[in-house]
């Protein structure tokens, strides 16, 4: 397993960038090797275009109860060995960080936001984007 591969080789190319396309719904596995959702979305910052959060999807069945995680982009690791990302989170303690339905989600994106996912991923040593 290669944890070192940043997320922006994901493509492989002799370049530093990675289409939104090819990020989507690219697996996503806790350190353990456990398949534990994908990637749903994309959080970008509009004044820098910086990616900020990977929108992770896990649970639910066929869309129903549904629920997505923002989850740093800086801690996905992509692993070419397992064609997918690899975050040092275990399902628990995702299933306890903030998690917003598919209409909450588009709703999202101000300063409450962004200190409610800083309250939670601070604890496990993720600082702030800014």
Same mark, same amino acid.
């Given at each position: 397993?290669?944890?070192?591969?940043? $997320?922006?080789?994901? @493509?492989?190319?002799?370049?530093?960038? =990675?289409?939104?396309?090819? =990020?989507?719904?690219?697996?996503?596995?806790?350190?353990?090797?456990?398949?534990?959702?994908?990637?749903?979305?994309?959080?970008?910052?509009?004044?820098?275009?910086?990616?900020?959060?990977?929108?992770?999807?896990?649970?639910?069945?066929?869309?129903?109860?549904?629920?997505?995680?923002?989850?740093?982009?800086?801690?996905?690791?992509?692993?070419?060995?397992?064609?997918?990302? =690899?975050?040092?989170?275990?399902?628990? =303690?995702?299933? @306890?960080?903030?998690?917003?339905?598919?209409?909450?989600?588009?709703?999202?994106?101000?300063?409450?936001?962004?200190? $409610?996912?800083?309250?939670?991923?601070?604890?496990?040593?993720?600082?702030?984007?800014?």
């Amino acid at each position: 397993m290669n944890l070192s591969t940043p $997320a922006s080789t994901l @493509d492989q190319p002799a370049h530093p960038l =990675v289409l939104s396309s090819r =990020v989507l719904k690219e697996p996503v596995y806790n350190l353990a090797g456990t398949k534990i959702g994908h990637v749903s979305d994309l959080s970008i910052e509009k004044t820098s275009g910086r990616v900020i959060y990977a929108i992770m999807s896990f649970g639910g069945f066929l869309g129903i109860g549904e629920k997505f995680h923002p989850v740093p982009w800086s801690v996905l690791q992509y692993d070419i060995e397992r064609d997918g990302f =690899v975050v040092p989170l275990d399902e628990a =303690v995702l299933k @306890d960080a903030p998690s917003y339905s598919a209409e909450e989600l588009r709703s999202l994106g101000g300063e409450d936001y962004r200190e $409610a996912l800083l309250g939670y991923y601070s604890r496990y040593g993720m600082g702030p984007y800014w």
